[in-house]
């Protein structure tokens, strides 16, 4: 018999389960409530349901791949704290640690790197099609559209298999960088810059935007960007991601469905609204102002507040230091103070601390990096979180289907369509 789950008080970020014995296996989502567990028919006459609002606190998966302990500010990448990771790894290295479990033997690190350096070229098909799209398209919306056509030049891209997903999940953490560089170039009438082998990711990515190698420092830094975007547990691409190979549809659709979550301006799309709003306040005088001015009138300010953590936002605290750095290299440390003084203002005023969004902004904003690139640079990163949900997933599947707590009206009489006032 179907039943509706009704969690009158939801378990609050970073709490252990309060009666780990209540776990109950929803056709798919695994549930620990808090409190008293209600399970009732969905019938008329059942009584009045309280929904956790957006899910928030429901575990809805199991998973090794990382974890957020939002009073504590905490995020771990398989067991590795971030701040460790940001200090001694690479983005291959978290690449590895994401779909394995386990860091790397230095040759197994090699082989991997190695793949992925020789899967950097992408269709030249896809080139010629990404050609046609419209200059003033969206560059997330094109990547989305673009890994939704890689797919048809992929012919093991239905076969599920831990080696072949392995391999396609490789192909896509490899490609998306590519992508990324041409649509910016093609919109610019320039042609796109074929991938060197010889360069990481990070490195490989700024030589094709911009058709020159990066400094050492912009590609460190660039590297350690990728790394604390990496994963985040269930957040809402990764959650779709997840939906969508629960199906056993394919990487290829599971990624392109989490593309579209990732490019909303509460989730991904906020990095590039970041610095839309730092260039319309446009000097540090007119921060107060500003700010105050939009907290009145009840406007989100993109970059601020997180739906797990309560505290600091671990990320934040890399990328804050990243966007001193980038203004102090470049000479100009407008937007990092700018930032401080929106930082400032916000937690006066709202006890609200910045998420990963709002110094990674100003960071590529001093790297030369257009705006709208920041949500598709997130899923450049993203794509080695998603890849290894998606592995998981296949690997122990359950359809995800929850069920909705029906609101509306019951046994309403039909009436005719002329009949109808
Ligand atoms: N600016 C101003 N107020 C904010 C805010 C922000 N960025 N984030 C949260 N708040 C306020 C809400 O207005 C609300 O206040 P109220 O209780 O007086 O109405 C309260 O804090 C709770 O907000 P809510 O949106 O319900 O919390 P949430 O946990 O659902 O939201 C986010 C999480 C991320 C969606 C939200 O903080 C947000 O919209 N942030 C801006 C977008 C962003 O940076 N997204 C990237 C996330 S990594």
């Known amino acids: 018999m179907p039943v509706t789950i009704v969690a009158p008080a939801v378990l609050r970020a970073g709490e252990p389960p309060a009666f780990p014995g209540h776990r109950l296996s929803l056709a798919g989502p695994v549930c620990y409530l808090q409190s008293t567990l209600r399970l009732m028919t969905n019938k008329a006459n059942a009584p009045a349901a309280t929904s956790a609002a957006g899910l928030r606190g429901v575990f809805a998966a199991s998973s090794s791949i990382s974890d957020v302990n939002g009073e504590r500010g905490e995020l771990i990448y398989q067991g590795y704290n971030i701040h460790d990771l940001a200090k001694h790894s690479t983005f291959e290295e978290v690449i590895f640690l994401l779909w394995n479990k386990r860091l790397p033997t230095r040759s197994e690190l090699s082989e991997l790197e190695q793949s992925l350096r020789a899967s950097y070229e992408v269709p030249g098909e896809l080139i010629a099609l990404m050609k046609q799209f419209p200059h003033e398209a969206d560059p997330i919306d094109e990547l989305r559209t673009a890994i939704s056509a890689l797919e048809f030049y992929d012919p093991n891209a239905r076969d599920l298999s831990r080696e072949s997903s392995v391999k396609t999940a490789i192909k896509l953490t490899a490609q998306f960088p590519t992508i990324v560089a041409a649509s910016d170039r093609i919109r610019r009438g320039l042609d796109p810059v074929a991938p060197d082998g010889s360069l990481n990711i990070a490195t490989n990515f700024l030589y094709m935007l911009k058709g020159e190698k990066p400094s050492e420092h912009d590609a460190h830094i660039f590297d350690i960007c990728l790394v604390l975007h990496a994963d985040h547990e269930l957040n809402a691409s990764t959650f779709t991601a997840r939906v969508v190979a629960g199906t056993l549809a394919d990487m ?170």
Request: charged letters at 25%; glycine letters at 8%.
């Open 252 to 421: 290829y659709a599971a990624v392109t469905a989490a593309i579209g979550a990732l490019s909303g301006p509460l989730h991904g799309g906020a990095n590039t609204n970041v610095m839309k709003m730092l260039l319309e306040i446009g000097d540090l005088e007119n921060v107060e102002p500003y700010i105050k001015k939009a907290l009145a009138e009840k406007r989100k300010i993109m970059g601020f507040g997180h739906a797990v953590y309560k505290t600091e936002d671990p990320r934040a605290t890399h990328l804050r230091e990243f966007s001193k750095q980038a203004g102090e290299s470049a000479g100009d440390s407008k937007w990092y103070e700018m930032s401080r003084k929106v930082e400032e203002v916000i937690f006066r005023e709202k006890g609200l601390y910045p998420n990963v969004d709002f110094f990674s902004a100003s960071t590529y904003y001093m790297m030369g990096i257009p705006l709208d690139l920041y949500t598709p640079i997130f899923a450049i990163s993203r794509i080695s979180g998603w890849t290894g949900h998606i592995l998981e997933q296949y690997s122990d599947n359950k359809l995800i289907r929850p069920r909705a707590e029906y609101i509306g009206q019951r046994d309403v009489p039909y009436v005719p369509i002329d009949q109808r006032s």
